[in-house]
């Protein structure tokens, strides 16, 4: 069993900066692939980063690519994505989760993470 807990939502002038946290029970993390999705109301959730167990490799949605940074601190069972130039289009609930596999290029589909978390809320508004 996996837990995870997501931190560090709020609300940011567009073009401003966000650094999401997502900690998990255990050393879990460390054995996994971390990814973190979004859903805004009424969309779909859609992925948005993932980076694979020992950080070597990390993917991203064309949406936030260039602005967006995932990055994971072993020693504190910690995964972050950091966000920058935030746009409203930004704006959703953000989840992590994580896999046992590093899926590659199908990384973004939500069916293959087994644990999630309940979500931090994520509002990019003047």
């Known amino acids: 069993q996996v837990q995870l807990v997501e931190s560090g939502g709020g609300v940011v002038q567009p073009g401003g900066s966000l650094k999401l946290s997502c900690e998990a029970s255990?050393?879990?993390?460390?054995?996994?692939?971390i990814a973190w999705f979004r859903q805004a109301p009424g969309k779909e959730r859609e992925g948005v980063a993932c980076?694979?167990?020992?950080?070597?490799?990390?993917l991203y949605a064309d949406s936030v690519k260039g602005r967006s940074t995932i990055s994971r601190d072993a020693a504190k069972n910690t995964v972050y994505l950091q966000m920058n130039s935030l746009k409203p289009e930004d704006t959703a609930v953000y989840y992590c989760?994580?896999?046992?596999?590093?899926?590659?290029?199908?990384?973004?589909?939500?069916?293959?993470?087994?644990?999630w978390g309940q979500g931090t809320q994520v509002t990019v508004a003047s």
């Open positions: 989760a994580t896999a046992y596999n590093w899926y590659g290029n199908r990384w973004s589909s939500a069916s293959l993470y087994n644990w």
């Open positions: 255990g050393d879990a993390l460390n054995f996994m692939s």
């Open positions: 980076i694979n167990a020992y950080g070597g490799s990390a």
